[in-house]
């Protein structure tokens, strides 16, 4: 009978509520009852039973599913704003590139609008130079280069009669110029020794500027005394006197024209 309780959960049930009218064997068949109603139970628990009628199933705890949907969650919000920042990168890429290649443009305008003007304005300096008689140009000057002979004071005088002044010079390449324009002979440029307030003499210019370039003759005194003038000899280097006839250089800035 134990092997039939084994087999048939129902005969197990009509055993144990009949063991109160059979006396042989009773209680050995009781306990066998109890041991596998004990069995049963550890072992078949969720397991459709004709006492429960309904069918159960296993199903994970809620508290395991939430993390699942909670980490889904947080990924699509991830790739949702990936893709913003990768739309508004795209759209400041495309700006920035218009702007470029505006500002390109506007450069390349600029650039050529800089060259038809430097061209006007060369042609314009050019065409005075040359129309007005005896003046010759060299960047942003007109030299003059007299033909007669007089003192400094008389030079300078003739010079601002013409609109310009005794020349001026401030690097080798306008002193090589200038010696070039001189054909070797001695003329007066605008140098002069001048009486500062400490009575002490400095060599100025006719604008009043200091020396910033200098090309004295190798052997002459380049301390400046009272009342000397600065002329250019037939190398183009420098000497000063304090009298004398000489012809002359005139410089005119183009823009003061």
């Not at 134990?2 to 048939?8: G, K, Q």
């Not at 440029?189 to 090309?215: C, F």
């Not at 003759?217 to 004398?244: C, E, F, I, R």
Request: overall charge negative; hydrophobic content about 30%; proline content about 2%.
């Amino acid at each position: 009978m134990s092997s039939n309780i084994y087999e048939d959960p129902n005969l197990t049930m009509d055993v144990k509520y009949s063991k109160g009218a059979r006396e042989d064997g009773g209680e050995s068949v009781e306990r066998v009852i109890d041991i596998y109603e004990s069995v049963d139970a550890s072992t078949n628990r969720g397991v459709p039973t004709q006492r429960g009628g309904a069918h159960t199933q296993n199903h994970p705890p809620a508290v395991q599913r939430n993390p699942f949907r909670a980490a889904a969650l947080v990924l699509g919000l991830l790739c949702l704003l990936l893709v913003v920042g990768v739309i508004v990168l795209a759209n400041q890429y495309i700006s920035v590139t218009l702007e470029n290649n505006q500002l390109q443009n506007s450069t390349k305008e600029l650039q050529t609008s800089y060259k038809e003007l430097q061209t006007s304005y060369n042609n314009l300096s050019n065409s005075f130079c040359h129309t007005t008689h005896g003046w010759r140009r060299f960047q942003c000057s007109c030299y003059y280069k007299s033909t007669e002979m007089k003192t400094w004071t008389e030079s300078k005088t003739d010079c601002q009669n013409r609109g310009a002044d005794l020349v001026i010079i401030h690097s080798k390449d306008e002193n090589d110029f200038v010696s070039e324009l001189n054909k070797r002979e001695g003329s007066w440029i605008g140098l002069q020794s001048v009486t500062t307030k400490d009575w002490k003499e400095e060599w100025k210019w006719m604008d009043e500027s200091t020396l910033s370039y200098m090309s004295w003759q190798t052997d002459v005194n380049m301390n400046p005394v009272k009342g000397a003038t600065v002329y250019m000899d037939l190398d183009g280097n420098w000497n000063h006197s304090n009298n004398g006839l000489k012809k002359w250089i005139c410089e005119k800035h183009i823009h003061k024209v």
